[in-house]
């Protein structure tokens, strides 16, 4: 098990043993003389050996990632964040036309959309605002 950013992650035992067999199949292969036929089957070998450790990697990585993903679930309430200004929290009533946002009290100037995504960002971090966040913390 191994503990990153006070998570702890347990890294299964197929991806040791994936990673053992990688090592040894390099001890042989560089023991195998250059350029001989039994050389070329160990390249093959090793080569074979690396991807489906790769393969294991990206199948524990990404079986690790949904288990946090589907434990630790920050839904926001994304009603008003193309209106209110993600810098100075004011509201600006502007058309869902518009692509701009420009805030005339604080003076910022960006996308309608960055400044929509900044919104929903401050309000997934701000969980003291029930009312804007539904935190789903199941053990």
Known sequence: MLW???????VFAA???SEKR????H?????KKKSSQSRKKQERLVALVHERTGNRRKDFLHKSSRY???KYVVKVIAKGTTQECSVCGKEV???LSERIHRCPYCGSV???D????????????????PEQVLINDSK
């Open 4 to 10: 990153i950013n006070s998570f702890p992650i347990y």
């Open 93 to 95: 009533p502007k058309d």
């Open 114 to 129: 960055y400044n929509s995504s900044l919104n929903i960002k401050l309000r997934g971090l701000d969980i003291n605002n």
């Open 27 to 31: 001890r042989k292969l560089s023991r």
């Open 110 to 112: 960006m996308p309608g």
């Open 15 to 17: 991806l040791y043993k």
């Open 68 to 70: 946090y993903v589907n």
């Open 22 to 25: 990688l090592r040894r199949q």
